[in-house]
T-cell receptor
Framework: EAQVTQNPRYLITVTGKKLTVTCSQN?????MSWYRQDPGLGLRQIYY???????DKGDVPEGYKVSRKEKRNFPLILESPSPNQTSLYFC?????????????FGQGTRLTVV | KDQVFQPSTVASSEGAVVEIFCNHS??????FFWYLHFPGCAPRLLVK?????QQGRYNMTYERFSSSLLILQVREADAAVYYC?????????FGTGTRLLVSP
C-alpha cells in the first residue's frame, strides 16, 4: 500500500530537548516536504527536498533542520524546541518525473513543547 | 512571490452547490490540486488536473491562473478545510485553506 508514515503521532516534550520526527515513504517519490498547521494559518511549508542530498527552506524554516540521506526518509529535527513550535506537523511526498503529481500526506504529528 | 490565494471562509446551506475559488501567482504552474482536511487527519486529495475534472460530488474548473472547487449537494459532513495547491516543474504551493461552514 502506497503511504507516507510519520512517527511519532503525538509527542510532548520540554523546551530545549532535541527531538526528531521521522517520515518515510514507499512510493519512490523524489519530492518530500514538511508542513506545520496552526489554527487560522493553514499549511505552511517548513522545508522541502527535491531529491537525495537536496534540501531547501520553505516559508517557515527557523528552528528546524532536515536531512535527506536516502530517498525514502526525510526526518524533521528540532535541535532546541520552543513553545512556539507547538503545532501539528505533516510530512508529504510527491513524484516529479512529469511535473509534480499529487502530494501524499502522512497522518500528522501533534507536537507540544512545554 | 509564489502564492496561492483562496478565501478563508465560505458558508453554505445543506443541499446547495458551493464554490470555493482559488487563484495563484506561482511561476510556470499548470496543475491544480484540491484537498479536503478534517482536523487531526491527513489532507486527502479530492480532485486534480490541468483541465476541468470531476470526482463524484466534486467538480474542478480550470483556467490558467485560477480554479474553483464545486461541491454538489453539500452536506453538514462536508464542513472542513479545503486546500487549493498549484504545481509546476519546480514547486508545489498550497493556499492557506478555506473553511467551509454548512448550515442545516
Amino acid at each position: 500500500e502506497a503511504q507516507v508514515t510519520q512517527n511519532p503521532r503525538y509527542l510532548i516534550t520540554v523546551t530545549g530537548k532535541k527531538l526528531t520526527v521521522t517520515c518515510s515513504q514507499n512510493m519512490n517519490h523524489e519530492y518530500m516536504s514538511w508542513y506545520r498547521q496552526d489554527p487560522g494559518l493553514g499549511l505552511r511549508q517548513i522545508y522541502y527536498s527535491m531529491n537525495v542530498e537536496v534540501t531547501d527552506k520553505g516559508d517557515v524554516p527557523e528552528g528546524y533542520k532536515v536531512s535527506r540521506k536516502e530517498k525514502r526518509n526525510f526526518p524533521l529535527i528540532l535541535e532546541s524546541p520552543s513553545p512556539n513550535q507547538t503545532s501539528l506537523y505533516f510530512c508529504a511526498s510527491s513524484g516529479t518525473r512529469t511535473g509534480y503529481t499529487e502530494a501524499f500526506f502522512g497522518q500528522g504529528t501533534r507536537l507540544t513543547v512545554v | 512571490k509564489d502564492q496561492v490565494f483562496q478565501p478563508s471562509t465560505v458558508a453554505s446551506s445543506e443541499g446547495a452547490v458551493v464554490e470555493i475559488f482559488c487563484n495563484h501567482s506561482v511561476s510556470n504552474a499548470y496543475n491544480f490540486f484540491w484537498y479536503l482536511h478534517f482536523p487531526g487527519c491527513a489532507p486527502r486529495l479530492l480532485v486534480k488536473g490541468s483541465k476541468p475534472s470531476q470526482q463524484g460530488r466534486y467538480n474542478m474548473t480550470y483556467e490558467r491562473f485560477s480554479s474553483s472547487l464545486l461541491i454538489l449537494q453539500v452536506r453538514e459532513a462536508d464542513a472542513a478545510v479545503y486546500y487549493c495547491a498549484c504545481s509546476g516543474f519546480q514547486k508545489l504551493v498550497f493556499g492557506t485553506g478555506t473553511r467551509l461552514l454548512v448550515s442545516p
